[in-house]
């Protein structure tokens, strides 16, 4: 049972980075995806401590104190111990406090404000596709930049920000190794904020069960160099290269 | 049910078992109308903002409404005389005021049939806007417990006619009341949160 | 003839208004269940008179036979509750004339829940006599109130709504 | 309330017995069962039943498991796909493991507290039939999509938590969310029933002498559960209304078009579904934590302590519902509230675990089956409150959430934690019951079959997740890096269903044998093992004065002159009992009634009357009508 356990716990943490995948957490290729992955390891990491332990003395309590024939003695009727209750009481929340204020810092460090030279991104969720628009990326009559559907195109080390809305059912926006899920509500507008440090393509998948396409509402961030993206956004608004709208 | 009441106090704690159970659903009935109340109270103003349909500074009539409430009241103070009458052994006084609370409770539900009516006629139906909907749910399900206490009110008052409620089982006029002055109670706050705090 | 159109018409109009329909059906029966309490009727109505009809009127008699379980209980007299129901009347005139007075209206959401609160323990202390009934019935009826009003002043917070 | 007062006049315990056993001969047959009111005979229909829905929902389970094991799966479309995990969760959770917590329950309750039977007894049986018909009812959705040979169902297929706006009817038409709501509507009336039930009978009905610090765990456990139910049910209850308002009159709760929060519906449902998860596995921390100190010989280690733990997680139940709803955008205030605790909540689990691990620590430990559930449902549930503490910690969540680790966390503690828990009771208590013990060899086989099947499916989904699959995904390409993880987790479903094969043999297997239990075949330490296997229909020829936890146990053992306990003389207890036999007995047993099953059988129609053709309502309506004045003026005990 130890065995199965340890394990399966060993494959988990060591294999994980290793087994590759698109959408794999454990390689994160944005700020966001990274610092959500470093609160995943500070809960981990004690989690195992504690599985560890508990188990342990599961195990060993039970291997140890079994009954070896019908005429073992009666053990000690022992009814408890204050001083190890106060113990066990005290010792998890102390973990628990020393997790809470990290997470916290670490919850108001991403709900945080944007830079000011952040891309900003309107995405629509629909059933089943999602629409993304820049809102200050505009052509000559001001009609703002669309994306390809399900195909988001931004500059690389750059700060997005996305407004997130849905004109039907509940959605949830989500690329693994940029950043974790945000949901996508009628009749609210929600924000979410990341970048990417690398160029590349990224996949992600509407992680809210949205019906009967929910499987295939997948779509693709590709995160271009900033020269790149440019010469794409003036292609893509038919400008001069140069125009001020696509610059930083 | 006509056994001596003492033999059903025998419980560990001397509560009689239906009134506790009584108690146990008024406070779970807490829960039931805090959800009705907290939706209307969450979208009240959210009309006004899509301004589709009639909201509720157009259609309340306060006055009627106090009246009603007035009435309802009432039906309180009857129902509770019901239950002295009943523990002091005083046949016509129990009938009496059993009737006259199921009366007033009913006089309150014809009240809330005109109510309802006349708003529907002013354009306001379940699915016109956010109003008509917390509005009538809310309204309709604290309605359907009246009415529920007027039937059980009903039949205890036939049940003294037929001699099956006497002062021994005089616990049945106290659940009764008991339900009934709750239901009064949640009107009390709905009168207050709904109808005179509007904006 | 002129006259009874104009009562036929009335009464359709009536019958639009479905107030009226259960209304006054409700108002017949109760004036009729009314009248059957005050008349002298006894249980015994449905049996011819005789001995049958003694022996059940006997037994109606033993059945009612006056007793004090509301005092036993440590309950109000009917006067003081009586008095509570005034009281809860006036309450409820105040509230009304509170909401017509245009001077209070920036104190009016505190001066109405103020007043329904007062109206709420009044009939739950006296008439639900959790004034003077096993202390854990005021608990589960509490811990109900107070959990409702905790969770959905939480909820609608979270949800970006206010009562003013 | 007159009732069956057996016996004309007070004469002697053995003269009421008599009666007793007089009156009962005759309650055989399909008859005696539909109108019982006897809790044992409620509470094993409960467990059968309950049982039955588990197959179905295991058949779901497998299903879906075949579906995902290879990339793009073609054994179902997405449309059955979604019908079968929505009715798989509702299923396993609605229909399994609260009405196996209720049958246990319905069993132990009056026994564990020294009473004859529920304070409602036919509240109780009404209880029964409500969530009989609601089960039925919701599976009966299946074959109303059109031609089910052809694979076209009908069943609900919007997650059993059902968020809205999807359950509306543009996204949800036909007739499959109506059924789920209802059908949920109708199971909340059962589950409070009980709950008022249970909390009446805990209260009101203790032995004389026993006082709540006398009380066994899991009597304790019920009591904190039932009053979570009547506390969580009247939310969902309003929700579900609103729901159905929307879907069937029009109303516009959900509709965000005319400023309706759809995010409302997730408030209510998890404001109802926190709590839900605490009515869920408390029962089974009821179970082992009477198993441990069986199987141990020891006393419950820090009882008051667990007792406190237990109501405290009762408590801070109500106070973390939004942590399911991190990624709905609540903003960073909220989400560091929820988030905190979140936290704070392992700690009360964690003082449980670490009392149970002290009861068992210097023991002597009997490894038979009971325990080797129970210890397995430890081992389960410590990894389920760490994920559960992982998911916890919001910014981590955010990735986690809505993934297979989700999935893997809640099974971890929805059948690792209750399920184990559960079968570990059945084993312990089978014999009580049947008089028959179940086969140990089996029993063993059983419990490592499922155990090794349940790490096989579950431990892998932790790694799907955290690869980036989505729960609820009907089928996933190629390249993901998901292939070996789900093909791993079907194999391992499988052995799950083995397992529960075998335990339906050995189920069938024991029964037959014709070697009786005995009375206290586990040397327990509860007031039901004081009297015969199976209880007769009055449970306690007397009933019991207790005068410490544990009373039972003190009867049979006491201190030597070395300060050991030994095994007082086997007799000596029943001739006390011989001896003072002169007082005053009669007993009274509730009548049969067969008004509970009128009542319950009004609310299908009333449901039925509001999807289809509104003049089922009224039929519905006499029906409720004629049953419940029926049972008011009904004579009974009640």
């Keep these: 049972m130890a065995a199965l356990l340890l394990l399966a716990l060993a494959v988990l943490f060591v294999g994980c980075s290793a087994f590759g995948g698109d959408q794999n957490t454990f390689a994160p290729e944005g700020d966001v995806a990274k610092k959500q992955l470093e609160v995943f390891y500070w809960a981990l990491w004690p989690a195992v401590v504690v599985l560890i332990l508990v188990t342990g003395a599961l195990l060993y309590a039970v291997i140890r104190f079994r009954r070896r024939s019908d005429d073992d003695p009666i053990p000690k009727q022992v009814h408890g111990n204050f001083r190890l209750e106060i113990a066990w009481t005290i010792a998890p929340t102390i973990v628990l406090l020393a997790l809470a204020v990290p997470m916290i810092a670490a919850i108001i460090d991403l709900g945080g404000d944007p830079d000011a030279d952040a891309l900003h991104v309107n995405v629509t969720a629909q059933q089943f596709s999602w629409l993304f628009e820049y809102p200050s990326l505009t052509d000559a009559e001001g009609t703002p930049l669309r994306a390809k559907v399900d195909e988001l195109l931004i500059p690389v080390d750059r700060e997005i920000v996305v407004h997130l809305e849905s004109v039907d059912v509940n959605h949830s926006f989500w690329v693994p190794k940029l950043f974790g899920k945000l949901d996508a509500i009628p009749g609210r507008t929600n924000d979410l904020k990341f970048n990417a440090t690398s160029p590349g393509t990224f996949s992600g998948q509407c992680a809210e069960f949205c019906g009967i396409g929910h499987a295939n509402m997948k779509f693709t961030i590709i995160a271009l160099e900033e020269p790149e993206f440019q010469v794409w956004c003036e292609e893509q608004l038919a400008l001069e290269p140069g125009a001020p709208v696509c610059q930083r | ?199 | 003839m002129v006259d009874l159109a104009l009562v036929v018409l009335s009464l359709t109009d009536w019958l639009e208004n479905p107030a009226y329909v259960l209304g006054v059906p409700l108002v017949v029966l109760g004036v009729i269940g009314l009248l059957f309490v005050l008349a002298p009727a006894e249980i015994t109505w449905s049996l011819p008179p005789g001995p049958a009809a003694d022996a059940a009127r006997a037994r109606m008699d033993a059945a009612w036979a006056p007793t004090d379980i509301a005092a036993h209980e440590g309950h109000p007299s009917p006067s003081q509750y009586i008095a509570i129901g005034l009281i809860l009347g006036v309450v409820t005139a105040a509230e009304v004339a509170v909401y017509y007075v245009d001077a209070l209206e920036g104190a009016l959401l505190g001066i109405l829940m103020v007043l329904s609160a007062m109206k709420f323990i009044l009939v739950a202390a006296w008439f639900m006599h959790l004034r003077f009934d096993n202390r854990l019935f005021s608990i589960l009826f509490t811990s109900g109130v107070v959990l409702a009003v905790l969770l959905f002043i939480v909820v609608l917070s979270t949800l970006g709504a206010s009562l003013a | 309330m007159a009732g069956a007062t057996i016996g004309e006049r007070p004469g002697t315990l053995r003269d009421a017995l008599r009666d007793v056993r007089d009156q009962t001969a005759g309650y055989s047959g399909i008859w005696s069962w539909i109108t019982t009111v006897d809790h044992k005979r409620i509470g094993i229909m409960y467990g059968v039943t309950a049982f039955v829905f588990f197959l179905a929902g295991g058949i779901e389970a497998l299903v879906i498991r075949l579906q995902l094991a290879t990339p793009n799966g073609g054994v179902v479309n997405a449309d059955q796909f979604n019908q079968l995990f929505t009715m798989h969760g509702t299923t396993m959770i609605f229909l399994v493991v609260m009405p196996l917590s209720a049958a246990f329950f319905n069993l132990l309750v009056p026994l564990m507290i020294g009473a004859r039977d529920v304070a409602f007894p036919r509240l109780n049986a009404f209880s029964y039939w409500v969530f009989l018909g609601a089960g039925i009812f919701m599976n009966v959705s299946f074959f109303t999509g059109g031609n089910i040979f052809q694979g076209e169902l009908g069943a609900p297929g919007a997650g059993w938590f059902g968020y809205a706006p999807l359950t509306l009817n543009q996204f949800s038409p036909g007739h499959g969310i109506d059924y789920w709501a209802f059908g949920l509507l109708i199971l909340g009336i059962a589950s409070m029933a009980s709950g008022f039930n249970f909390i009446v009978t805990i209260i009101n009905m203790r032995a004389p002498g026993m006082t709540f610090f006398r009380m066994p765990l899991f009597i304790w456990m019920t009591l904190v559960t039932s009053f979570l139910i009547i506390f969580a049910m009247p939310i969902i209850t309003v929700a579900l209304f609103q729901v159905l308002a929307d879907r069937l009159f029009g109303a516009n709760f959900f509709n965000a078009e005319l400023g309706g929060t759809p995010l409302l519906w997730q408030h209510m449902f998890w404001l109802f579904g926190h709590p839900e998860v605490y009515i869920l596995i408390l029962p089974a921390m009821g179970i082992v934590s009477e198993v441990f100190a069986t199987f141990a010989r020891k006393p419950l280690f820090g009882y008051p302590f667990v007792v406190f733990s237990g109501v405290a997680i009762g408590l801070m139940s109500w106070g973390v519902w939004a942590h399911h709803m991190y990624t709905t955008g609540l903003g960073s205030v909220a989400n560091s509230a929820f988030g905190f605790t979140t936290l704070l909540i392992a700690i009360p689990t964690g003082i449980k675990i670490f009392n149970w691990i002290a009861t068992l620590w210097g023991g002597s430990i009997s490894l038979k089956t009971p325990l080797l559930f129970a210890v397995g449902f430890l081992a389960m549930f410590v990894i389920g409150g760490l994920t559960g503490v992982m998911h916890s910690m919001v910014p981590s969540d955010y990735q986690q959430q809505d993934t297979y680790f989700v999935v893997a966390h809640l099974h971890q503690v929805l059948l690792g934690g209750a399920l184990f828990g559960l079968f570990s009771g059945v084993y312990y208590w089978f014999p009580k019951f049947t008089g028959r013990l179940l086969n140990e060899k089996w029993g063993q086989l059983h419990f490592w079959l499922m155990f090794i099947g349940f790490n096989v499916t579950f431990q892998p989904m932790m790694i799907s997740g955290m690869l980036g699959m989505p729960r609820r995904i009907s089928t996933y390409s190629e390249g993901l890096g998901w292939e070996f993880w789900n093909m791993l987790s079907t194999v391992g479903a499988f052995l799950i269903a083995v397992s529960v094969l075998v335990f339906m043999y050995n189920v069938v297997i024991s029964l037959r044998s014709k070697e009786r239990a005995g009375d206290d075949p586990w040397d327990g330490r509860t007031l039901e093992w004081a009297i015969p296997s199976p209880p007769p229909v009055y449970n306690f020829a007397e009933i019991p004065q207790v005068k410490e936890l544990d009373d039972f146990w003190h009867t049979k053992y006491v201190e030597n002159e070395q300060g050991q306990l030994v095994r007082v003389v086997a007799g000596a207890a029943e001739q006390a009992e011989e001896a003072e036999d002169d007082a005053h007995h009669d007993i009274h047993m509730p009548s049969p009634s067969y008004f509970p099953i009128i009542v319950a059988s009004g609310f299908p129609f009333i449901a039925f009357g509001f999807m289809y053709d509104f003049a089922l309502l009224p039929v519905g309506a006499v029906v409720m009508l004629v049953g419940l004045y029926g049972w008011a003026l009904e004579p009974a005990t009640e």
């Design chain 2, 1 to 199: 049910m006509q056994h001596a009441p003492a033999a059903e106090l025998q419980t560990t704690t001397g509560m009689d078992h239906r009134k506790l159970l009584m108690w146990l659903f008024l406070g779970s009935e807490c829960l039931f109308f805090g959800s009705l109340i907290a939706t209307y109270l969450l979208y009240r103003n959210k009309t006004e903002e899509i301004g589709i349909g009639p909201i509720p500074s157009d259609l309340y009539d306060i006055p009627f409404t106090s009246v009603s409430s007035f009435v309802l009241l009432m039906s309180s103070v009857t129902m509770v005389l019901a239950l002295a009458a009943i523990q002091r052994g005083d046949r016509r006084g129990t009938q009496a005021w059993l009737l006259a609370t199921a009366l007033l409770g009913m006089s309150f539900l014809a009240g809330q049939a005109f109510e309802f009516t006349e708003f529907y006629r002013q354009g306001l139906s379940l699915d016109t806007n956010l109003f008509g909907t917390t509005f009538y749910v809310l309204t309709g399900f604290h309605g359907a417990h009246v009415s529920i206490g007027v039937l059980i009110l009903l039949s205890l008052f036939v049940m003294t006619l037929r001699g099956r409620l006497t002062p021994a089982n005089s616990i049945n006029v106290e659940l009764i009341g008991l339900y009934w002055h709750f239901v009064d109670v949640v009107w009390i706050v709905i009168f207050t949160l709904i109808y005179l705090v509007q904006t």
